[in-house]
């Protein structure tokens, strides 16, 4: 028996043998295998599985740019932004941790916090009390603002803090320290966060900057990896931008005009100052003026800038193009004598005055200086109806003048081939044509400044960043009328001053040219006729140097049209513009052209 056991025992080992040295085979052919998808997976990665993992695990918070201010000429903030954040948790993730790991810059370690520690250091940081805050992190809601308009150097901190379920998340807030100071230039944000109105809207992307991104790793379980990415891509802010404007003359011109408003009950009003040798708009006020902090306090209808975007029929300030275009064509001169009639027929068209009078024989310079409908046409027969359209053109008629607002009007100025019989005639005293109140003063510009027109200026620079000032150039000087022509149209706008109708324009001290113009209003509801007048004022000084244009508009006051005056409002706001440029009292005598023929 014993010798038939060891037999048995020994046909056993070499089998065992066999299989052992099979399964050490078979596990390490399987090591072999995973160790080489491992090896694939995190080493070589051949089907982005990881990084596709790190993807999924990444979470991008969006950093805002800050908004671009918007200056006055000498650096009076009208707009600025400043950046806040909102403190946001998911309740579901922070409910449910009761500890959670951070990193320690100081040691360099993983630390473990609990939860309560971490609501104490939270709210310290936003000064709330523990019970308070603790409540509010508590719940199912996946997104609750826990505190709002936090500021920068706090958000900072609150992210170092790396509480479960707790993001910031950045906001621009809008402010606007001078309220209703050029209020409808500035405009405003719709929503905080896009320009609605005014420079807001036109200069938006200027404005906004480009936002960064934050990306930092969160787990399965939600909460953010203490040692994952965290990358950094900061904000670039947004362009600065200068005006022409000076805020103090501004703020002078709207109380003008505002009160000029009100004491006539006119629907509104319109004052713009401009700087003759630059073409840079100093001073722009419009009546009821929105504060862009609240800017539905206003009707809607008041929250633009009417001295772009009113066009309106000017009346006989457009005589001045008149004047200019017969004394450069050689067809008349400032002393040139014209026999007027009670009232001028031609061409079945019948022309009258503001006031009775008999046969006169006046000069061009005593036509303008009483603003006479019938002398004008008269002279102006001497000019073809093209060169009539032409000159209108040349002088920026039809022509909107770009300065970066909503909303430019270019007016009407019709084609001279469709004008009627009495149209033709009317476009000479500024009827039948409509323009901004900012067209007319381009054009009185011109003559100011020896015939060359600038086109006016609002935005003066765009400021970068870094402090970097990108100066606006002015563009398209245009020689609109010889130097001598207007000279000669400057001397007849002073005479109608010294000698003619418009004594309500002289100031103390400095030598003025100022022309009037009164044309009816049509009605807004559409239906036929007219609805009251469109007062205006528009006038230079001091006239040995011209350095401002002043005009004022008034549409419809209340009255007789002919006792409403601009005058005051044009004294008080040239007078303010002189004193505040510091602009040397005339020296020179001033120009009296005769009115009437001898």
């Known amino acids: ?69 918007i200056l006055d000429a000498n650096g009076t903030v009208l707009a600025s932004s400043v950046i806040r954040y909102n403190v946001v948790v998911d309740q579901r993730v922070n409910t449910k941790t009761e500890t ?15 939860r309560d520690e971490g609501i104490s250091e ?45 993001v910031t998340v950045g906001t621009s807030k809008r402010v606007y320290p001078n309220g209703s100071v050029a209020g409808g230039i500035v405009g405003f944000l719709r929503d905080g966060t896009t320009g609605q109105a005014g420079l807001e809207q036109t200069q938006d992307e200027i404005l906004k900057g ?8 969160i787990g399965a379980d939600g909460l953010r990896i203490p040692v994952g990415v965290d990358q950094l891509t900061p904000a670039v802010n947004g362009k600065d931008i200068k005006l022409t404007l000076n805020s103090d003359l501004q703020y002078f011109a709207q109380q003008a005009i505002q009160s000029q408003r009100d004491k006539l009950s006119a629907e509104w009003g319109v004052v713009i100052v401009q700087d003759i040798k630059t073409g840079d708009i100093i001073a722009m006020a419009d009546t009821n003026a929105p504060d862009p902090n609240d800017p539905g306090k206003v009707d809607a209808k008041d929250r633009g800038v009417r001295a772009v975007t009113a066009a309106y029929e000017p009346g006989s300030v457009e005589k001045m193009i008149t004047a200019s275009a017969l004394i450069e064509e050689g067809k008349s001169s400032p002393l040139d004598k014209f026999t007027i009639p009670p009232s001028y027929t031609v061409d079945g068209q019948t022309f009258n005055d503001s006031f009775t009078h008999g046969t006169e024989d006046r000069t061009l310079a005593g036509i303008l200086g009483w603003s006479m409908n019938t002398g004008t046409v008269m002279a102006g027969q001497r000019l073809s109806k093209e060169q009539r359209y032409d000159w209108l053109k040349k002088f920026g008629i039809g022509e909107a003048p770009d300065i970066g607002l909503p909303a430019q009007t270019k007016g009407i100025l019709t084609p001279y081939e469709q004008w009627d019989g009495r149209q033709e005639y009317t476009v000479l005293f500024g009827q039948g044509v409509s323009q901004s109140t900012l067209q007319t003063v381009r054009a009185f510009q011109s003559i100011a400044n020896n015939g060359v027109m600038l086109q006016p200026r609002l935005i003066d620079s765009y400021i970068t960043p870094d402090g970097t000032e990108e100066k606006v150039p002015a563009q398209d000087p245009r020689q609109i009328v010889s130097p001598d022509t207007a000279r000669q149209v400057r001397d007849i706008l002073e005479s109608a001053v010294t000698e003619g109708q418009i004594k309500e324009a002289g100031l103390d001290g400095y030598r003025v040219g100022a022309k009037t113009g009164t044309s009816q209003s049509p009605c807004d509801d559409g239906t036929a006729g007219f609805c009251g007048f469109t007062a205006s004022m528009v006038g230079m000084a001091p006239m040995d140097d011209p350095r401002f244009i002043v005009e004022v508009v008034l549409q419809r006051p209340k009255g007789d049209i002919y006792g409403i005056s601009n005058g005051p409002v044009f004294r008080s706001v040239m007078s303010q513009a002189l004193r505040t440029y510091n602009v040397p009292p005339s020296t020179g005598e001033p120009v009296r052209l005769p009115q009437y023929a001898k």
């Open 122 to 166: 939270l709210a310290a940081l936003l000064g709330m009390e523990k019970s308070t805050l603790k409540d509010a992190l508590t719940g199912n809601q996946p997104y609750y603002i826990v505190a709002k308009d936090v500021k920068p150097d706090v958000e900072d901190r609150i992210s170092k803090l790396q509480i479960p379920g707790i």
């Open 1 to 69: 028996m014993a010798q038939n056991t060891g037999k048995a025992r020994k046909a056993k080992a070499p089998n065992a043998t066999r299989r052992l040295r099979l399964g050490l085979g078979v596990m390490l052919t399987l090591l072999l295998v995973v160790g080489g998808k491992l090896f694939l997976v995190q080493g070589l990665d051949v089907g982005g599985m990881a990084e596709a993992a790190l993807q999924n695990r990444l979470t991008p918070v969006e950093l805002p740019a800050e908004r671009g201010s």
């Open 100 to 114: 959670f790991r951070r990193f320690d810059e100081a040691t360099e370690e993983l630390v473990k916090v609990s």
């Open 210 to 217: 480009t936002p960064g991104k934050r990306l930092f790793e």
